[in-house]
């Protein structure tokens, strides 16, 4: 789910709390496709509660809606980053609230075809 302003349409991600094109705080949720590129990404070592390192890319995804979105990526980046990506929803405990998208290893995968963007309301 992402965030729509009930005035102006403009779309922002999850998080945001007004709308910074008409000043409106009136946001409702609308559904995403989850299906984005990433813009930009970074491996980090994160340290385990055990003391042991853990590689994470970090990755901020433009979604095919339009807003920008800070994840992580699962899996191995590919050489050409605006490959599609999807988000993928995992059980347990996330508790830094960022989503989990993985690369899409089939660029004729149906579940990763571009949609079109949200259509503007009535």
Same mark, same amino acid.
């Given at each position: 789910m992402i965030r729509?302003?009930?005035?102006c349409d403009r779309v922002f991600a999850p998080w945001a709390t007004g709308c910074? =094109?008409?000043a409106s705080d009136g946001l409702e949720w609308v559904p995403s496709s989850g299906a984005g590129s990433i813009l930009s990404w970074r491996v980090v070592d994160r340290a385990c509660a055990r003391g042991?390192?853990?590689s994470l890319t970090i990755a901020i995804v433009e979604l095919d809606e339009?807003?920008?979105v800070y994840t992580f990526i699962e899996g191995n980046v590919p050489? =050409?980053?605006s490959r599609p990506v999807r988000v993928q929803f995992q059980p347990g405990p996330r508790h830094d609230g960022f989503p989990v998208f993985a690369v899409c290893a089939d660029p004729r995968h149906?579940?990763?075809q571009r949609v079109s963007?949200?259509?503007a309301r009535d």
């Open positions: 729509r302003c009930a005035d910074s =094109l008409c042991e390192l853990t339009g807003p920008w050489l =050409l980053p149906l579940g990763c963007p949200i259509p």
